[in-house]
């Protein structure tokens, strides 16, 4: 029995690739200097998975910013916008996935999404009628040369034909299925290069498999690798899937030339009972995605081994694999210097799963795997009881009924207390939350966790950033005001750290998009709210203006959604504990005179099932009232916010407005502000804030920009529903970005409002 995996992460155990892209964008360092770092993590990489023990190893996982990105550049998916700036490749990559704004030109990036069920993002291809789908890049055969000069023959990764057709934009007349033979004559030429280079297998990446698919998706599949295939020369090709079961076109799949076959027997819910109901093909290889490749807790052995012993009764070949790729969970525990071992022996990260890989091999072709020293160290720790129960919480959370989930008066009855109440203008301006977390702030929080800083000298330190942020911006003239969010690390972690049931790391850093990292709090125990998280800052914030001031909080989805949850209990379970601590939290802020309560939803649609059929008993039937409850004690005065980001939101908009927030705003900016139509279309009752600019994005928008964003809102959305405001929370970018941008922004909101008026 051999091992594989699908991907491993590429930013760097200490976030290398991170550090480097960040100066070169700075210009800092040469593209040689930033090629330089990155070839040392591949290599790094290469020897730790060859070091492991693993059998078949991935090249071409690498990205600078992003997969989806590189295989658009690859074959020519460029928009024109971007090659017409003159730029050297590496800089036109970078323009395409952050925008440019410089001598050359000054264009937007591309339209980012979140990667299936994941707080991964991706980039969108954009493919027009005069796009030529064609292999123009070189980038998987040099990274698997580069690994052959080190002495490992690699399995090459590309993102499969199918999902890049399904990912991609059109924004001409075309759609997917006229582009199936220059795209399936792409793939050809791109196996036919990868056997003459010697490479052995090639992972074709199709995660879209495990979507809904309709008959004319099966039928563009097929009819896509039956080209590809047909051509394919001394070359193994696997066709690989994850995040859920391909029923849809299991049969299809093994009907195809492929080679291999990879299945997520961890996520896909169905993915057993398809292979025994159907066998799986004799000539074919069974890469069998039993390794959790998104949570962070220690395989079950004993489980595992059950699941490949009843898969070898139906396939002949089998190679162990993880579910998906080890991109979403952090690179290594050696990093973890302060997590008790306590801990730490429940936990696997991506090098430590590349160990469980090599001990489930050598227990499977043990003569005697349920005697084996692995197997039975691995029971032992899983009959360990953890402690974290709280009685308590249970009990609540076992108490609820119908009625706690819902907010009176309703709807409009509480619209027009607030209009009274705040009297704000037409297209009232906010932010999102957060203000620029500059190197002092970073460095003072540093300070302070290692000692160097008393309690009360951090506290200051933080007043002191909340007054300045409180005088910018009213300096700058917006309406409604927040406190800048200096005394967070991140809008996740904070609240995990004031939050009892949670503990946290030191260096599990997770890439989001590009050189964004998060570091996710890990769900140990039941969640409960040991003292008010964030009523000290923003009773102080409001304090200093005349202004309403937001009180600024995590949602409970998104905190379940963006931490490692547990594995011994529900994600409802989980949802509604942390819904009682946000519920305290809100009621804390509104009695301290906190009139805006802002509880961000963030991650709403991340981990929506990818099939519609799972969709409401699986998800939404907890997930809503989850948020319901959170606010559904207010006074009809409070006025309630909500903001989401990087999801598609069209198809559960009306349970976005079922929410019963009384402001929402959206991530609308680089996909064109085409949520207004969906809005429209659904007559979405919820005052609105689609994001007039991209704040991901180091350009900084004109006014012009932004008034032609609040003219095309307000031909799909009554002016009374509207508000003005970045698309996301500005922590990530600088001073020198932020202010001018939201100088304009209510440069923009003000003629907007005299027009109207």
Not at 159 to 164: E, L, R, S, V
Not at 303 to 330: G, M, Q
Not at 497 to 503: F, R, V
Not at 630 to 647: A, D, F, L, R
């Amino acid at each position: 029995m051999k091992t594989t995996i699908i991907g491993y992460p590429r930013i760097g155990g200490l976030r290398e690739l991170k550090f480097a892209s960040e100066k070169y964008f700075r210009g800092e360092i040469t593209a040689a200097e930033l090629e330089k770092t990155a070839k040392e993590i591949r290599l790094y990489n290469l020897n730790l998975q060859k070091n492991s023990g693993l059998d078949i190893i991935p090249s071409n996982d690498f990205s600078f910013y992003d997969g989806v990105l590189d295989t658009a550049f690859l074959l020519n998916v460029i928009p024109e916008r971007y090659t017409a700036l003159g730029l050297p490749v590496l800089d036109t990559y970078f323009a395409a996935a952050r925008g440019y704004q410089g001598e050359k030109g000054d264009v937007k990036a591309l339209a980012m999404k979140k990667w299936y069920n994941t707080n991964y993002h991706y980039m969108v291809p954009e493919i027009d009628d005069s796009t030529e789908i064609k292999p123009v890049g070189t980038k998987p055969f040099d990274l698997f040369k580069e690994a052959l000069e080190n002495g490992v023959k690699t399995k090459p990764v590309i993102i499969g034909a199918y999902t890049f057709l399904k990912l991609a934009r059109y924004t001409g007349t075309k759609t997917a299925s006229d582009y199936a033979d220059t795209i399936a004559n792409a793939y050809t030429e791109l196996l036919s290069k990868f056997g003459e280079i010697g490479a052995e297998w090639v992972q074709i990446d199709e995660p879209s498999l495990v979507k809904d698919m309709t008959a004319e998706d099966t039928a563009l599949f097929v009819s896509l690798y039956k080209k590809i295939l047909a051509g394919k020369k001394n070359v193994k090709v696997l066709v690989q899937t994850y995040f859920g079961d391909v029923r849809d076109c299991y049969n299809e799949i093994g009907a195809l030339d492929f080679d291999g076959i990879g299945i997520d027997f961890v996520e896909g819910k169905r993915s057993l009972d398809l292979v025994k109901a159907n066998g799986f093909p004799k000539d074919k290889v069974l890469f069998a995605g039993v390794v959790n490749g998104k949570n962070i807790w220690r395989n079950n052995y004993e489980k595992t081994v059950s699941v490949v012993n009843e898969l070898k009764k139906y396939a002949d070949n089998i190679v162990l694999n993880t579910s998906c790729s080890l991109l979403h969970v952090p690179c290594t525990l050696a990093n973890e210097s302060k997590l008790p071992e306590s801990y730490k022996k429940h936990f696997a990260y991506a090098a430590e799963k590349l160990t469980e890989l090599a001990e489930l091999k050598n227990i499977l072709d043990a003569d005697k795997p349920a005697e084996t020293a692995e197997y039975l160290r691995n029971v032992s720790l899983h009959s360990e009881t953890r402690a974290g129960e709280n009685p308590a919480v249970k009990a609540k959370v076992a108490a609820l009924t119908d009625s706690d989930f819902v907010r009176l008066p309703a709807f409009e009855e509480r619209e027009k207390i607030q209009k009274a109440r705040f009297a704000l203008p037409l297209f009232p301006t906010t932010t999102i939350g957060s203000f620029p977390q500059t190197a002092e702030v970073k460095a003072k929080r540093s300070a302070f966790r290692k000692g160097e800083l008393t309690a009360d000298e951090y506290e200051s330190f933080v007043e002191k950033k909340i007054a300045e942020c409180v005088e910018l911006q009213e300096e700058i003239g917006l309406d409604v005001l927040v406190h800048g969010e200096f005394e967070r690390n991140d809008m996740v972690e904070y609240f995990g750290e004031c939050l009892d049931g949670y503990i946290f790391t030191e260096k599990a850093w997770v890439q989001s998009y590009g050189t964004r990292c998060v570091k996710p709090p890990v769900v140990w125990g039941d969640i409960s709210r040991a003292k008010p998280m964030t009523v000290r800052w923003s009773k102080y914030a409001q304090s200093l203006t005349d202004k309403p001031m937001k009180g600024m909080l995590t949602g409970p989805v998104t905190i379940l959604n963006w931490s490692f949850p547990r594995e011994d209990i529900s994600l409802k379970e989980s949802a509604f504990q942390i819904a009682l601590a946000i519920r305290e939290e809100v009621l804390d802020l509104e009695a301290n005179g906190i009139s805006i309560i802002q509880v961000d939803e963030a991650a709403l649609r991340e981990k929506l099932p990818l099939r519609k059929s799972d969709w409401r008993e699986d998800y939404l039937d907890w997930a809503i009232p989850a948020f319901r409850y959170v606010h559904s004690g207010v006074k009809p005065e409070t006025q309630i916010h909500t903001h989401m980001c990087y999801s598609e939101f069209a198809d559960i908009i009306k349970d976005i407005d079922d929410m019963d927030a009384d402001v929402i705003t959206f991530e609308a900016s680089r996909s064109d502000l085409t949520i207004l139509d969906v809005l429209k279309a659904n007559n979405f009752r919820t005052e609105v804030g689609p994001g007039v600019y991209d704040i991901h994005s180091p350009r900084v928008p004109s006014k012009e920009e932004i008034k032609a964003a609040i003219e095309k809102m307000k031909a799909r959305i009554p002016v009374s529903k509207l508000w003005v405001n970045p698309d996301c929370g500005l922590k990530t970018r600088g001073n020198e970005e932020t202010v001018p941008s939201l100088k304009n922004l209510v440069a923009a909101a003000k003629e907007a409002r005299s027009e109207n008026n």
